[in-house]
């Protein structure tokens, strides 16, 4: 387990990250990047969606072009913060503050589920996936971004030490170990630039 898959160290990491996150976020996660991720989603204006991990609000902004229904999830206050100033809350279904890993929702409320920049920092992220498909619907979707996976064996080391990186092989086996049975996992990002991310979608199974 990485140095920030610890819910204490990670709230006190972002207590000073949130202050620049944004500025830190715009080389990792790009606007372009999140439109591929969104695309996956195919959210439409009526749905209901919960922002899983919100942080700063960067994911929300994207879906709020699309619908207002979001309820942003996240269990820093610091980063919460930067979120309502960023977005409007009573233009939403609002902020609160809530652990991954057992959300303060009740079962199958949304239409869908989102998570960007949040799951590498689950200690223990299948759990975190399975109350994501808890409280979707049944045949809704499940999209989660997170990052991927270096080539070099050094990169690897170093991410190892600080949080989760993952490939399409170690996300499918998370989401099957959190019930999903039909998925997908597609890399967007510039290899070049070295900024990847991994985007997964699982569907909620009917059953």
């Known amino acids: 387990m990485g140095v920030l898959e610890d819910k204490t160290r990670a709230r006190y990491f972002y207590k000073y990250l949130s202050k620049v996150y944004d500025r830190v976020n715009a080389f990792v996660f790009t606007e372009p990047m999140r439109a591929e991720a969104l695309e996956l989603l ?46 409007d809350e009573r233009e939403l279904l609002g902020f609160t503050m809530g652990d991954a890993e057992n959300l303060p929702v009740r079962s199958n409320t949304f239409d869908h589920a989102w998570s960007s920049g949040s799951i590498e920092y689950w200690p223990n992220p299948v759990q975190g996936l399975a109350e994501m498909r808890r409280v979707v619907k049944p045949g809704g979707r499940v999209v989660v971004v997170g990052p991927y996976y270096p080539d070099s064996w050094i990169g690897r080391r170093i991410v190892d ?13 998370m989401f099957q170990a959190a019930g999903f049975e039909e998925t997908r996992h597609e890399v967007v990002g510039s290899k070049y630039k070295s900024n990847l991310a991994i985007v997964s979608v699982g569907v909620v199974p009917e059953h």
Do not use: W
Request: charged fraction near 30%; include cysteine; aromatic fraction near 6%.
């Open 42 to 87: 195919d959210l439409e204006p009526t749905d209901r969606v919960i922002d899983v991990g919100c942080g700063t609000g960067f994911g929300t902004e994207g879906l709020k072009q699309t619908t207002d229904n979001i309820l942003g999830v996240d269990q820093s206050p610091h980063q919460m913060a930067k979120a309502r100033e960023r977005l």
């Open 161 to 173: 030490a600080i949080m989760l990186f993952y490939d399409e092989a170690e996300a499918e086996e």
